[in-house]
C-alpha cells in the first residue's frame, strides 16, 4: 500500500511539474509574454474576454509567486482557458472531446502490441537461434526502428489511395449521425482500421524485443532449469516459470515505452486526419492556439501518469514480492 | 578495442554501418551526386520520375532527388549532435547519481523519473511552439536537453553494480579522487551501455526532427527529411497522385532507422552474450542432425 | 554385487563453439550403487556440473553429448528416451537440488503450487490430495505446513534449500543429484541440510551423488569419492582412502591446497 501511496505523490509532482514549465515558459520567452500567448487572438476577442484569459494564466498584476499560485488553481480546478481559434469553446470540452477517439486508438492498439508482442517474443525466446527466432527478432527490429510518421503515411498510401481499401480520414462517415447503431460502428471499425494497424506495427516490435531478451536473460536461472528436471509439460515451464517471470520487467518497461505510444499516436492521427488529441493538437499549432497548445500537455501528462499508475498497480498483482511489502 | 573487432565479425552489426557509411557518403559528397540545387526550382510542379528527375519534382519543382541526399546532411547532424549531448548528460549524471549515492542520487534520480512520466513528444511541441519555427540546431538543442532521463536510469543502474567491484573499492583504497575513479574504473565498464544509449539516442533524434517538422514546427526553409515529408503532406501529394515526393523521403528515414537499429541490436548481443545466437549454433544444429551426438 | 542406480561409460559432452568446440567432459565412466552417498570433486569449470546436468538431460544447446556416450539409469538408456518418456522419467527416477538455494524456488508461484506441479506432471492428483502429500513432505525436513501457502522470498535461504530437498522427494526418486547445493549458505545451515539428506538416504534408500568443490566437506558425508580435472575423472576411491592415501598427484595437491578441517563428524563411520 505504501508503494502506491509512494507512487501516487510521485505522479502528483510530475504533474505540477509538467504544469510549471507552461507556466514558466511564455514568461522566459523574448518579448511580452501576453502577446506571445494571445497574438494570434488579434482584436477578434473583446477585452473582457481577453482579461478573462489572462487571469486563467496568471497574467495578473502580482508578484510572480502569486501569479505561478492563481495558474495552478486554475489547473486544478479544471480550467485550462478557452481556445482562441474556436473562441469561446474552453480548451478543457475541445480536448475532452477528442481524448475519446485517441484512448480508444492507443487503448485497444497499446494492449493488442502488448499482448501480440509479448507474446511473440516469449516465443522467440524459447526457440532461440531457430530460424522463427531470427525472422521475429529482424521484423521486430525493423518495425521498431521506423518513424511512426514513415508507416502511417506509407499504409495510407498503400491502402488509402492506391488500394482503396479504407477511408483516407476521419474516425467515422462525417455524414452518419453518431449513435449506437450498426452502421455507425461499422464505420467507426472501418475509419479506425488503418491507424489501429499503424499503431499495431510501430509498437509491436519494441514489445517483441523486451520481452525477448528479458527471457533469454532468465533462462539460466535454477528455477526453470530446476521446471524442466522436475518432468513439467514443455509449456509449464515457458509459460509459467520463463514467461511469467520475465513478464515483470517486460510491464515495467511498458511504462516508460507509454510516452513512445502517445507521441506515434499524435503523428498517426495527423497522417489519418483522425479527430483524436494528435490532430487537435496539430490544427492549434497551425493557428498557434496557445492554451490549446499548452492543455494538451496537461492532458496527455494526466493520461501518462494515469497509465503509469495502472501499470504500477498490475505489477503489484504480477509480483508478490511487492503485495506484503 | 575488442568491442570494435566483434562489432566487425557480427552480421547484423556490418549491415547497420554499411547502411550507415552508405548515407554519410551520401550526405558528404551530395554535390557530386546532383547536378541540381535543392532549393532552386528545376522543372515544373510534379513531374513524375524520370531521367532528368530520378525522383520527380516537387510541387514546386524543386528536385526530390537533390533534396533528399542534402536533406541527408540534417537528418545526420541533427541525429548525431542530439545524441551526443543526450548521451552525454545521461551518461555524467548516471554515473554520479550511482556511484556517489545519497542525496545527490536520490535528487538525480527524482528528476530523472520526473521527466521519464512526462510524455516526452507533447513536451516538445509545447517547446517548439513557443519558440516558432526551429533550425535544426534548435531542435537538437531541446533534444539533448530533454530526453536525457532514459540514458540515466540504465547508466545509473549499471553504475551501482560496478561500485561494488573490487578494483573500485581497492581504487578507493588507494586514496584516488572520486572524480578519476569515475572516468577510468568506472566509465570503460560502460561502453557497450554508452554505445547503445548513443545509437537509441541518435534513432531517436532522427524520428523526433523529422516528426517536429512534419508537423509544421521547423523551419519550412531547411532542406531536411522532415521538411520534405511537411511540404510534400501540405501539397496533398498523395491526393494529387505525387507518390514519390512522400515516399522518398520515408524510405530515407527507414533506411536510416533499420541501419542504426541493426547497430544497436549487435551491440547488445555482444555486451550481452546469453542474446547471442550466431555460428556456434549453426554448427550445433549440423552436428546434431548428423547423429553427432545429442542434448 | 547389486546393480547400479547409476552408470555412465564413457560419456564426452562438448560445449559447441562458433569454430572451436570447448571439450568439457572426456570420457568419463563410474558407477553409483543403491544407496550410496558418491561425491564428484574438482575445481570449479571442471565439468561436474556437466555430468550431473547431462544425467536428466537438462542441456541446451551448445551444449553436446556425444555420440558413444552412455548414461545407464536403473538399468534404462537415458540417452535413448523419446521427449515424452525423457519428461516422465525426470524427478520419478532422479530428482536434483541446483547451486542456488535463493534461486531454485520459481519466485511467483506458492511453495504449493511449486509441490503440486510437479505432483500433477507425473499422476493423477487432486489438488486436495496434494496439498496432504506436500504437507507430509515438509514435515520430513522439519519445516511447517503453515508455510505451503508462503512465495518463496518469504522463507530464509535454509529453508527454501529444504523446501527444495522435500520437493526432490516428492516421488521418491532413485537418486538425487545435489550440484553445490549449500555454497550460498552459512556453515551451519550447510551441516544441518547434509545430515538431513544423510537420514532421509537411510530412511527412504535412495543414492546421492554429490557435487562440490570443497574436498573437506565431501570426505566427511561420502562413500565413495570421484576427482575430476579437465574434465577428466583422474581418481575414484571410497572416502578413506582420498583422505589418506590420495592416489592421483592432483588430489594430493587439491589436499594441499585446502586448510585442514577439524569440524565434527556429519555421519558416523565417513572416516574412523
Not at chain 3, 527444495?164 to 545435489?178: E, F, G, R, Y
Amino acid at each position: 500500500m505504501t508503494f502506491l501511496l509512494r507512487r501516487l505523490a510521485f505522479y502528483l509532482a510530475a504533474f505540477i511539474a509538467a504544469a510549471t514549465v507552461n507556466f514558466f515558459l511564455p514568461r522566459l520567452m523574448p518579448g511580452d509574454p501576453i502577446q506571445i500567448m494571445f497574438a494570434s487572438a488579434g482584436s477578434e476577442l473583446s477585452l473582457e474576454n481577453l482579461n478573462a484569459l489572462k487571469l486563467t494564466f496568471g497574467f495578473i498584476d502580482a508578484p510572480l509567486g502569486e501569479q505561478y499560485l492563481r495558474y495552478l488553481q486554475s489547473v486544478f480546478t479544471g480550467d485550462l482557458g478557452r481556445s482562441i481559434k474556436y473562441f469561446p469553446l474552453p480548451v478543457t470540452e475541445l480536448l475532452g472531446r477528442a481524448l475519446v477517439w485517441t484512448l480508444g486508438l492507443v487503448g485497444i492498439a497499446t494492449l493488442f502490441s502488448f499482448c501480440l508482442g509479448t507474446f511473440l517474443g516469449v516465443m522467440a525466446a524459447w526457440r532461440r537461434g531457430t530460424i522463427f527466432d531470427s525472422i521475429v527478432s529482424l521484423t521486430a527490429i525493423f518495425s521498431s526502428s521506423v518513424p511512426a510518421v514513415v508507416v502511417s503515411l506509407i499504409m495510407l498510401f498503400l491502402f488509402g489511395y492506391q488500394l482503396g481499401w479504407f477511408p483516407n480520414g476521419y474516425a467515422a462517415d462525417p455524414l452518419l449521425d453518431p449513435g449506437f447503431n450498426w452502421t455507425y460502428i461499422s464505420s467507426v471499425l472501418h475509419h479506425g482500421t488503418l491507424p489501429m494497424l499503424t499503431m499495431v506495427i510501430v509498437l509491436t516490435g519494441g514489445f517483441a524485443v523486451t520481452m525477448r531478451n528479458n527471457m533469454i536473460n532468465l533462462l539460466g536461472e535454477d528455477y526453470i532449469v530446476m521446471g524442466r528436471a522436475k518432468g513439467l509439460a514443455d509449456n509449464r515451464v515457458m509459460l509459467w516459470y520463463a514467461a511469467r517471470n520475465a513478464l515483470l520487467p517486460t510491464v515495467s518497461s511498458l511504462a516508460i515505452a507509454l510516452g513512445t505510444v502517445l507521441g506515434g499516436s499524435l503523428v498517426t492521427e495527423v497522417v489519418f486526419n483522425y479527430p483524436g488529441l494528435g490532430n487537435t493538437l496539430y490544427q492549434a499549432i497551425i493557428a498557434r492556439d496557445y492554451p490549446v497548445i499548452q492543455g494538451q500537455l496537461l492532458i496527455m501528462t494526466a493520461a501518462m501518469l494515469i497509465a503509469n499508475f495502472a501499470v504500477d498497480l498490475s505489477y503489484v498483482l504480477l509480483d508478490p514480492r511487492l503485495k506484503k511489502a | 578495442m575488442t568491442i570494435f573487432r566483434q562489432l566487425l565479425s557480427n552480421k547484423k552489426a556490418m549491415v547497420g554501418i554499411t547502411i550507415l557509411l552508405i548515407v554519410v557518403l551520401v550526405a558528404i559528397f551530395a554535390p557530386f551526386l546532383t547536378e541540381y540545387s535543392p532549393v532552386k526550382r528545376v522543372g515544373r510542379p510534379h513531374q513524375a520520375p524520370s531521367w532528368e528527375h530520378w525522383l520527380g519534382t516537387t510541387r514546386l519543382g524543386h528536385d526530390v532527388f537533390a533534396r533528399l541526399v542534402y536533406g541527408a546532411r540534417v537528418s545526420l547532424a541533427v541525429g548525431f549532435g542530439a545524441g551526443l549531448a543526450i548521451t552525454l548528460i545521461g551518461t555524467v549524471l548516471g554515473i554520479i547519481a550511482g556511484y556517489k549515492g545519497g542525496v545527490v542520487d536520490e535528487v538525480i534520480n527524482f528528476f530523472t523519473n520526473m521527466v521519464l512520466v512526462v510524455p516526452n513528444l507533447p513536451l516538445l511541441l509545447v517547446l517548439a511552439a513557443f519558440i516558432g519555427q526551429a533550425s535544426p540546431l534548435v531542435i537538437a538543442v531541446i533534444l539533448g536537453l530533454t530526453s536525457w532521463a532514459w540514458g540515466v536510469r540504465v547508466t545509473r543502474s549499471e553504475t551501482l553494480s560496478i561500485r561494488q567491484r573490487d578494483y573500485v573499492k581497492s581504487a578507493e583504497m588507494l586514496g584516488e579522487p572520486s572524480w578519476r575513479i569515475m572516468a577510468f574504473e568506472i566509465f570503460p565498464n560502460l561502453i557497450s551501455i554508452v554505445g547503445i544509449n548513443f545509437i537509441g539516442s541518435v534513432i531517436f533524434a532522427v524520428i523526433t526532427e523529422a516528426t517536429l517538422e512534419f508537423l509544421g514546427l521547423g523551419d519550412p526553409n531547411t532542406v531536411s527529411w522532415g521538411i520534405m515529408l511537411y511540404n510534400a503532406q501540405n501539397a496533398s501529394a498523395l491526393s494529387v497522385g505525387a507518390w514519390w515526393d512522400l515516399l522518398a523521403p520515408c524510405f530515407a528515414l527507414a533506411v536510416l532507422g533499420l541501419g542504426l537499429a541493426l547497430i544497436n541490436f549487435a551491440i547488445d548481443e555482444i555486451a550481452n552474450p546469453r542474446l547471442r545466437t550466431g555460428g556456434m549454433l549453426n554448427r550445433w544444429t549440423r552436428m546434431v542432425r548428423i547423429g553427432e551426438g545429442k542434448l | 554385487m547389486t546393480d547400479p542406480v547409476l552408470s555412465i561409460r564413457n560419456l564426452n559432452i562438448d560445449y559447441i563453439g562458433a569454430e572451436k568446440d570447448f571439450h568439457a567432459v572426456k570420457d568419463v565412466s563410474f558407477d553409483i550403487a543403491p544407496g550410496e552417498f558418491f561425491g564428484l570433486a574438482g575445481e570449479s569449470g571442471c565439468g561436474k556440473s556437466t555430468i550431473a546436468f547431462a544425467v536428466s538431460r537438462l542441456h541446451r544447446p551448445p551444449a553436446l553429448i556425444r555420440k558413444g556416450s552412455q548414461i545407464l539409469v536403473g538399468g534404462r538408456d537415458v540417452l535413448a528416451l523419446t521427449d515424452d518418456e525423457l519428461r516422465r522419467f525426470r524427478w520419478r527416477e532422479v530428482a536434483m537440488v541446483f547451486q542456488s538455494a535463493m534461486n531454485s524456488l520459481n519466485p511467483v508461484l506458492t511453495i504449493e503450487t511449486q509441490f503440486y506441479d510437479v505432483l500433477k506432471a507425473h499422476s493423477r492428483i487432486s489438488r486436495a490430495e496434494a496439498r496432504t502429500r506436500a504437507a507430509e513432505l515438509l514435515k520430513l525436513v522439519d519445516i511447517s505446513p503453515d508455510r505451503l501457502s508462503s512465495y518463496p522470498h518469504q522463507c530464509s535461504g535454509g529453508m527454501r534449500q529444504r523446501i527444495v530437498i522435500a520437493i526432490c522427494l516428492a516421488l521418491n526418486p532413485k537418486l538425487l543429484i545435489m550440484d553445490e547445493p549449500t555454497t550460498a549458505l552459512d556453515v551451519v545451515v550447510q551441516r544441518e541440510i547434509l545430515q538431513r539428506i544423510d537420514v532421509l538416504r537411510k530412511e527412504l534408500g535412495f543414492s546421492v551423488l554429490f557435487i562440490t568443490h570443497d574436498l573437506g566437506l565431501m570426505v566427511q558425508v561420502s562413500d565413495r569419492i570421484g576427482i575430476m580435472l579437465e574434465g577428466e575423472l583422474v581418481e575414484v576411491n571410497d572416502a578413506q582412502t582420498i583422505y589418506r592415501t590420495p592416489q592421483h598427484a592432483y588430489t594430493k595437491r587439491l589436499w594441499a591446497s585446502m586448510p585442514k578441517l577439524h569440524g565434527e563428524q556429519i555421519r558416523e563411520g565417513a572416516q574412523s
